[in-house]
Nanobody, 123 residues
Framework: QLRLVESGGGLVQPGGSLRLSCSASGNTLGNYVIAWFRQAPGKEREGALCINISGTTTTYADSVKGRFTISRDNAKKTVYLQMNGLKSEDTAIYYC????????????????WGQGTQVPVSS
């Protein structure tokens, strides 16, 4: 079974950058579609970006377009979320999740989840 662990979160000032990592073990990362979700305080968890097994990416959250990018390194068993130009409204717990087939923004479509990493954006 694929296990996922997020890392790289932490306090960042508005306008700053951060790179999150999603490390996989227990199965071959290259066989999975990986998405980053986020859950802001008091809000529902939302899909942000996704990368399929061929490396094609999809951005679901309009608010992150042009600022966040997703990439994968199957050899390192890691998927990354590069976040630039961070805003206070990006404050959330960020989760990575995996599924077999194509990208989806629906939380219910993902069976494998990490524990999340917190990203507070504040001055």
């Amino acid at each position: 079974q694929l296990r996922l662990v997020e890392s790289g979160g932490g306090l960042v000032q508005p306008g700053g950058s951060l790179r999150l990592s999603c490390s996989a073990s227990g199965n071959t990362l290259g066989n999975y579609v990986i998405a980053w979700f986020r859950q802001a305080p008091g809000k529902e968890r939302e899909g942000a970006l996704c990368i399929n097994i061929s490396g094609t990416t999809t951005t679901y959250a309009d608010s992150v377009k042009g600022r966040f990018t997703i990439s994968r390194d199957n050899a390192k068993k890691t998927v990354y979320l590069q976040m630039n130009g961070l805003k206070s409204e990006d404050t959330a717990i960020y989760y990575c999740a995996a599924r077999w087939n194509g990208c989806s923004a629906a939380r219910s479509q993902y069976l494998n989840w990490g524990q999340g990493t917190q990203v507070p954006v504040s001055s």
